[in-house]
């Protein structure tokens, strides 16, 4: 597995005793600071690299429990199809997600098309979309009408499930998850700490990211997102990053 870097002009990736530490500097709201690592800069969707059944490993530790922005580590699809920095010319098309990841958000972000889900805070989390659904032709013409049923009608669509986990994570730990055709694990220091029958649809990319930005799709409809304050550097140390077919 080869891990390219993505960094804002305040994002920086050093190397520690088998890994890397991703850090983003402290600064005001409003500039985006991102330092990431992943698989498949300039690749389309349909030429990501991993399908199940396989196991993503690595141990890492974060300067905070309560970084402003985002930040994890697994797979993803990467939805949102754009790139924010000069000389990354691709354009992929917006999609619905898929993503089977350790994530942290903080308290400004709300995550989830589902009340009874976690939206925030540090969770296991995964989502199964589609690659078309008839519903979305009228959730695009409710949408600026209603985005409270708009919303609704996404979670019908997109299946997803999370736990938040209690743990420090300025503490070094092991975290797994596998990947199934049937369902989702996630382990953490060998411990099994959620599993799913969710299942993401192939093929994704692997990512792991530190940054400032929030969003949110809240339960009246609302929509909210911008890029947090860092009233500090945060940083985020992984190494032994393993990816495995089963």
């Not at 530790?61 to 199809?81: E, V």
């Not at 938040?164 to 996630?186: G, K, P």
Request: with cysteine; hydrophobic share 35%.
């Amino acid at each position: 597995m080869e891990l390219k870097p993505r960094l804002s002009h305040n994002g920086t990736i050093t190397p520690i005793q088998q890994g890397w530490r991703l850090e983003i500097s402290g600064g005001p709201a409003g500039h985006y600071r991102l330092s990431q690592l992943d698989d498949y800069l300039d690749l389309s969707r349909a030429a990501y690299r991993s399908h199940p059944p396989l196991t993503f490993s690595l141990r890492a530790r974060h300067s905070s429990n309560s970084a402003p922005g985002t930040w994890g580590f697994g797979l993803w699809n990467d939805p949102f199809g754009f790139s924010f920095f000069p000389g990354e010319s691709f354009f992929r098309p917006p999609t619905l997600p898929n993503s089977i990841w350790f994530f942290y958000a903080s308290p400004r972000n709300y995550l989830s098309f589902r009340d009874a889900k976690p939206a925030q805070g540090f969770m296991s989390q995964v989502f199964q979309s589609p690659r078309f659904h008839a519903a979305l032709f009228v959730a695009g013409l409710t949408f600026p009408f209603s985005r409270k049923t708009t919303r609704r009608m996404l979670s019908r669509v997109i299946h997803e499930d999370a736990t938040n986990l209690s743990l420090d994570v300025t503490q070094w730990h092991d975290y797994r998850l596998e990947w199934c055709q049937s369902h989702s694990t996630f382990w953490v220091d060998d411990n099994l700490v959620f599993q799913s029958p969710v299942s993401p649809r192939a093929p994704l990319g692997t990512v792991i990211w530190i940054d400032n930005q929030y969003a949110a799709f809240m339960p009246d409809g609302s929509l909210k997102w911008g890029l947090e304050t860092n009233p500090e550097s945060v940083w985020l140390e992984v190494e032994q990053i393993e990816l495995k077919r089963l």
